[in-house]
């Protein structure tokens, strides 16, 4: 009997163990599936960004250097077209006339300029002493009045 009970408790022991070892087994296949799952993840998002910041900076270059020189080209075109006519339009409307005329304006206007310049310049100065002159003689005025009180109230 108890030779029964033993290899019994030893039956149940093994069994017991086997059922841990395959919860072990279990756990451990968890643990590496979802081990596998997130490096292939990671890895996978790594290399996908990789790829897509190399593809849209590859592709932005060369639509930009494609657009740049498209624009470049149009608007030099514009520029070289609108110039010339200005070039053009000017040389062939001026004539003597129109140069002495402007060249005419110009002198007057520079010659009444420095006339108006001298005249201000004399008129503010005869202004300036006249004012100086008036403000200094009520200075005057104004201090002897001052000192005539002063010598009132200490007599």
Do not use: H, Q
Request: aromatic share 0%; net charge negative; with cysteine.
């Amino acid at each position: 009997m108890k030779e029964n009970a033993v290899i019994t408790i030893i039956s149940i022991t093994i069994i017991v163990l086997n059922m841990m070892m395959i919860i072990v087994l279990d756990i451990k296949n968890a643990i590496m599936v979802a081990t596998m799952a997130e490096v292939t993840t990671v890895t996978m998002a790594e290399i996908m960004v990789a790829t897509m910041v190399e593809v849209t900076t590859v592709t932005m270059a060369e639509i930009m250097v494609a657009t740049m020189a498209e624009v470049t080209a149009a608007v030099m075109a514009v520029i070289t077209a609108a110039v010339m006519a200005v070039i053009t339009a000017v040389v062939m409307a001026a004539t003597m006339a129109e140069v002495t005329a402007a060249v005419m304006v110009v002198i007057t206007a520079v010659v009444m300029a420095a006339t108006m310049a001298e005249v201000m310049a004399v008129i503010t100065a005869v202004v300036m002493t006249e004012v100086m002159a008036v403000t200094t003689a009520v200075v005057k005025d104004v201090a002897a009045v001052g000192a005539g009180c002063f010598n009132l109230i200490n007599n």
